[in-house]
């Protein structure tokens, strides 16, 4: 541009200098016809000389010459000052009628004509307002502007072959990038894309005011699928499924693979109604079965959604806030779930009574409480149930619905159980000291049925104490069974090999294969007390009491029932067969010392050596 700029400039140049030029020979023809007329009527030179003296000034000059050469005029001027101010030796000497003269960065232009009738010439010498500055106007500047352009062409060609180069590494960069922003397997957003739209945003929802919602999704037994059909199975499963996600959702939706079976749904504008009904067009989706090579595989997902700001303010929160949302979703089989603070393990006030958890049971903060287990048919006191209780020192007693799930949630599930085990066949082996040989049954929980140990840490505590294992009741839920059939039923199976004896508690609020029911080797059944609480009530809670206690039975099962609250039940329970009960109508759970009170002073509490009869039924 520069170049052109110069080459422009200089036409231009050259241009008007040729004007100027032009204007001057005009002026000189003029002029000298003005002269001739004179001549012809010859005036005087003295005339002339005046004539010419007026435009004598510092830029024009008008001389008269003689056609030999020697300078006739201006007589008024002093030539000998002009040659500092025009260049007159250099014209003089000049043959052309015109031209131009370059001396001391100065160009003076002249044109030189004979003044017809007369032996005179007239010469008219002018100062150009232009100066040859730039030595465009030789040859060799001539040259040097066609180097410049040469190499001008040359700085095209380059950026031409750069522009080229550069679109190259462009692209290479480009697909750098996708591939650093995004997943190999599905090809969708990775986490950190996920991360950089999130914050954009909730920017945006800052400035203008609306909502963001963000959906954790999981697949239900991803790992199965992958275990039992091969990596490669799981693999086109989870691309198959990055495709009905994305033809589910909108352009400006991000859909992430966040890792391993999650994906993340980015809604930058949408309220919960709308993370719902998204939520539910994809649970749609989803439920088509997919089919991958041979085989055809359905799948159910997990969804947890939390929202900005109602949930959390930045981006990395309400990513946390999402993913609880989802487990819990998870952990009480349900398919979608909003985030909520209570139940929430990371929420201040439960991570404080994380912390506190954790130092519970060394800072003897946890007891045991027992629930007499009745004969229904003679009253006696057969076992208890050991139930924890959280002596919390500031918020005083914590139930176990409260802290359990969250002992689940962090870990801390498996010592506490190991804990209220290693108490409760304590206790119980008291008892069987003073007497009373009674049975003590321990809830486990689901983490604790994954873990083989579990079998060898029990029967290292029946040792410690001295229990005879056949006291020790296991009671595990039928949902804990089924979340895992094949390992619950091996470690059942070791745990029977001991002598501990099993039960299915809360019996009915899941779906145990009748076929599996079979094979696992329990001693007792437990209705859920969910049932029983209403069965005088409600037909269909007492249908499925009376299909309970015949099922067990037909299985060579004991059944007890739980939520005994009244005689009535009792009696009713008592009319169905059922074996034993449990409930408030004897007793709530009580500490161990008025458990001990309670068997000293029941009716055959004095005899000791059998167990205890509370209230018997007629
Ligand atoms: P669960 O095993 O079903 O325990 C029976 C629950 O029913 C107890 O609640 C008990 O207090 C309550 N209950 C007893 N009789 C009646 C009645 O007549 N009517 C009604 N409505 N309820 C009655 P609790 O002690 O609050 O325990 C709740 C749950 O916490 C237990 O349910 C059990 O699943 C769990 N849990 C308790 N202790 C432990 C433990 O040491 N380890 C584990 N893993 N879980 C435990
Ligand atoms: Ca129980
Ligand atoms: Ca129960």
């Not at 390992?487 to 145990?512: E, K």
Request: charged letters at 20%; a negative charge; glycine letters at 4%.
């Amino acid at each position: 541009m520069l170049t052109f700029g110069l080459i422009a400039y200089e036409i231009a140049h050259d241009s008007a200098i040729e004007k100027e030029k032009h204007l001057l020979k005009g002026i000189v023809k003029v002029e000298s016809s003005y002269l001739a007329s004179h001549f012809k009527r010859t005036p005087s030179l003295d005339n002339l000389q005046t004539y010419l003296s007026n435009g004598v000034n510092s830029d024009h000059l008008s001389l008269l010459l003689n056609n030999n050469g020697p300078l006739l005029i201006p007589a008024l001027m002093d030539i000998e000052n002009h040659h500092q101010t025009f260049p007159l030796k250099k014209i003089l000497t000049e043959k052309t009628p015109d031209g131009q003269v370059s001396i001391d960065g100065k160009l003076y232009l002249w044109v030189k004509l004979p003044i017809s009738g007369s032996p005179y010439d007239l010469i008219h010498i002018f100062r150009s307002s232009y100066q040859i500055s730039t030595p465009f106007s030789s040859l060799a500047a001539r040259l040097v502007a066609v180097g410049i352009f040469i190499l001008w062409v040359a700085v095209w060609v380059a950026l031409i072959i750069s522009t080229a180069v550069t679109r190259r590494l462009k692209a290479q960069n480009d697909a750098l990038e996708h591939q650093a922003l995004h997943d190999s397997l599905t090809d969708l957003p990775n986490r950190t894309l996920l991360h950089n739209r999130l914050e954009y945003a909730i920017k945006s929802a800052k400035r203008d005011k609306h909502q963001v919602a963000l959906i954790m999704m999981d697949l239900d037994r991803f790992k199965e699928i992958n275990d039992t059909l091969g990596h490669h199975i799981g693999d086109l499963l989870l691309q198959q499924v990055g495709i009905r996600l994305t033809k589910n959702l909108k352009k400006t939706d991000t859909i992430s693979r966040f890792g391993g079976d999650e994906f993340a749904i980015l809604l930058p504008k949408a309220e919960l109604s709308h993370a719902r009904l998204v939520a539910n067009r994809i649970i749609k989706a989803l439920h088509a079965p997919f089919q991958l090579e041979d085989s055809s595989i359905e799948i159910d997902a997990s969804f947890g959604v939390a929202l900005y700001p109602q949930h959390a303010n930045d981006c990395t929160t309400l990513i946390l806030r999402a993913d609880v949302a989802m487990h819990l979703a998870k952990s009480t089989d349900n398919e979608f779930a909003i985030y909520d603070q209570d139940k929430d393990p990371h929420s201040l006030a439960r991570l404080t009574l994380t912390g506190d958890l954790r130092h519970a049971t060394e800072h003897n903060e946890m007891v045991l409480y027992y629930q007499p287990k009745v004969d229904i048919k003679t009253g006696f006191i057969l076992g208890v149930e050991a139930l924890m209780r959280w002596q919390h020192p500031q918020l005083g007693q914590i139930k176990p619905d409260e802290f359990i799930p969250l002992a689940e949630q962090t870990g801390m599930i498996k010592s506490l159980t190991l804990w209220s085990l290693r108490a409760a066949v304590k206790q119980c082996a008291l008892l069987h000291q003073a007497n009373y040989p009674i049975t003590v049954s321990v809830n486990l929980s689901a983490s604790i049925l994954q873990d083989l140990q579990v079998p060898s840490q029990v029967m290292a505590i029946l040792n410690r104490h001295n229990l005879p294992p056949r006291y020790l009741e296991l009671e595990i839920t039928e949902t804990t069974i089924m979340k895992d059939p094949q390992q619950a039923l091996d470690i059942l199976t070791r745990l029977n090999h001991l002598g501990v004896r099993l039960s299915i508690d809360d019996f009915g609020t899941g779906y145990t294969c009748l076929s599996y029911l079979k094979q696992l080797p329990v001693d007792e059944i437990k209705i859920d007390k969910s049932f029983v609480v209403n069965m005088l009530n409600d037909e269909n809670d007492a249908m499925i009491v009376r299909s309970i206690v015949d099922l067990a039975h037909n299985m060579g099962h004991k059944v007890t029932a739980e939520g005994v609250e009244t005689l009535a039940i009792l009696a009713s329970l008592k009319e169905q067969q059922c074996d034993k009960a449990q409930g408030f109508y004897f007793s709530p759970p009580i500490p161990y010392d008025e458990l001990e009170q309670l068997l000293a002073s029941s009716m055959y509490g004095a005899t000791k050596n059998i167990a205890t009869m509370l209230r018997p039924v007629n």
